[in-house]
């Protein structure tokens, strides 16, 4: 287990789990969290490349959406219950 604030992944890392996902990279982002507000991310977000977003969002945890569940064939981000039991169970 990691503590994503305190132990932020790298954007390597990210770049990996996004290609494991094969999702937008977005779907990293705490769009609900203050850190993103003060940042005025939503507004440049859409310009950035994945490799500088994940570049941006691994020099702070508090920008990354938790939890992230990592295997070798699947990354899931944020809880959605059904998606956890759907792989999990």
Known sequence: MR???KETPTRDEFL????IAG??????VNTNGRKYQETGLKD?????????L????????MLVKRPILVADSFV??????????????
């Not at 990996?16 to 290609?19: G, V």
């Not at 994940?54 to 945890?61: C, P, Q």
């Open 16 to 19: 990996a789990w996004q290609k």
């Open 76 to 89: 899931l981000i944020g809880f959605r219950q059904a998606d956890w039991e759907a792989r999990l169970l």
């Open 3 to 5: 503590h994503i604030v």
């Open 44 to 52: 440049t977000i859409d310009a950035m490349s994945d490799a500088d």
């Open 23 to 28: 999702v937008d990279k977005k779907k990293f």
């Open 54 to 61: 994940f570049e941006l969002i691994s020099s702070d945890g």
